[in-house]
């Protein structure tokens, strides 16, 4: 269970393979090497070769050097991908997360009308209500696989109130979740790409026309209504806005909180301290976050002219992806980063991002993960895992850091 490996030896020379299974399983071994080594590591994705920054300081400023654009046209004026996309696909890779200012800017501006604090805090006791109805079922098991039974359907139930998604279209919705959290990886990437995709577009895009008939007291009849400087969102903005509320407001929490688990049954004595002071929950998840957080990494950044970036050379076009799993055990800005402390204070991470593309959903992913750890602690003093830590299994997520599932034992 700990992720913390045999220390590795890295090469400069050559590329840091970031998209195999050795990387995901070791990436903490990996990160120690290379904060070791040089400010800047060319890195491969599949056959796409990037470089890698794991500097705290490096990569808070490249997230907000203006000399770097996540929209790939801009940079080198072709296509956004070197290959076209179907449109079902390309509302997820065109959506605001990849998007510049002024564009980025001004559908930020919009989804901030409907994100508000209010519309975040109405939903805690929604959280309160089902962390303990999923309890009452998976308590009666003894023992479950915590990341199906309790963190994955906390964030669908959140996700589908946010989005206001009626009853009877919720299996659809949690379809809809299943292929963009899971049909992106092995083999289920061609049937995602081919049918999966076009099938939960279709559903989204319907959403958005029963919001636009039947408005309600949610985050997607807000987006449809919300308006800045005389312009709203277009409905391929919108589908685009619900793919992005799924995939960043899914995918974030529900291994928010299965991190959040195993990395205090990895660390007892910081459980129990836990248990005894309660009070330190808020300090605990911000630790959870900077420590085993389940964000690694951020889109593509393309350069927009030659530049120097760390003493190297960097050609117009070329991507850079600050790993910010690295910066977060980045010895130059955390004290002892290595140190799992629930009351580490003051503990400015880069877990959610930083600048013009922090996460929008953090504070929903705090309030989720604090109710949600909360309530299974009180209620399981006995808590554990329920097969030997070492077999828990990483998925092969590069940018990632996330389990296969998370067997325990309740009581």
């Known amino acids: 269970m700990n992720a913390i490996a045999t220390p590795l030896s890295l090469d400069p020379s050559k590329p840091v393979h970031v998209s195999r299974a050795d990387f995901s399983t070791n990436k903490y071994a990996y990160y120690r090497a290379m ?18 920054l794991t500097r705290f300081e490096d990569c808070e400023a490249l997230l907000r050097d203006p000399r770097f654009v996540r929209n790939r046209t801009t940079a080198t004026g072709g296509g956004r991908l070197p290959f076209p996309l179907p449109k079902s696909v390309a509302l997820i890779a065109q959506s605001m997360i990849v998007e510049d200012d002024p564009a980025h800017r001004r559908q930020r501006g919009l989804v901030n009308k409907a994100f508000t604090a209010r519309a975040v805090g109405r939903l805690a006791d929604r959280v309160e209500r089902l962390t303990h109805e999923l309890l ?22 959140v996700i589908g109130e946010l989005v206001g998604v009626a009853d009877e279209d919720m299996p659809r919705f949690r379809d809809s979740l299943r292929v963009l959290s899971r049909g992106f ?11 999966d995709l076009r099938s939960t577009g279709s559903f989204v895009s319907g959403l958005v026309e029963k919001k636009r008939a039947n408005p309600g007291d949610d985050i997607l009849s807000a987006l449809i209504e919300a308006e800045e400087a005389g312009e709203r969102l277009s409905h391929d903005e919108l589908v685009g806005m619900v793919f992005l509320l799924i995939v960043a ?11 959040a688990v195993v990395t205090l049954l990895e660390h007892p004595d910081q459980l129990e301290r836990l248990r005894a002071e309660p ?25 927009v002219e030659d530049l120097t970036l760390c003493g190297e ?32 204070d003051p503990n400015r991470h880069l877990g959610f991002g930083f600048g013009a593309h922090y996460c929008l959903g953090a504070q929903l992913a705090r309030l989720e993960t604090s109710i949600a750890l909360r309530n299974l602690l009180e209620r399981n003093p006995n808590l554990r895992l329920a097969v030997p830590p070492e077999t828990l299994k990483l998925q092969n997520m590069p940018m990632w850091h996330r389990y296969e599932s998370l067997p325990v034992a309740l009581g």
């Open 35 to 52: 904060l070791e080594g040089p400010r800047m590591w060319t890195g491969k994705i599949a056959v796409l070769k990037l470089k890698l």
């Open 136 to 157: 009452d079922v998976a308590e009666r098991q003894g023992q479950v696989d915590l990341l199906e039974a309790y963190s994955g359907p906390i964030p669908v139930a």
């Open 185 to 195: 990886s092995g083999w289920n990437l061609l049937r995602t790409l081919l049918w």
């Open 249 to 259: 407001g899914f995918e974030t929490t529900v291994h928010l909180i299965t991190n």
């Open 279 to 303: 009070q330190l929950m808020d300090t605990a998840v911000e630790e959870i976050v900077r420590h085993r957080g389940p964000v690694h990494g951020t889109k593509l950044n393309y350069a």
């Open 313 to 344: 050379e960097i050609k117009r076009g070329t991507p850079v992806v600050p790993l910010l799993g690295a910066a977060n055990h980045d010895p130059e800005a955390f004290e002892k980063p290595e140190t799992f402390d629930i009351a580490r």
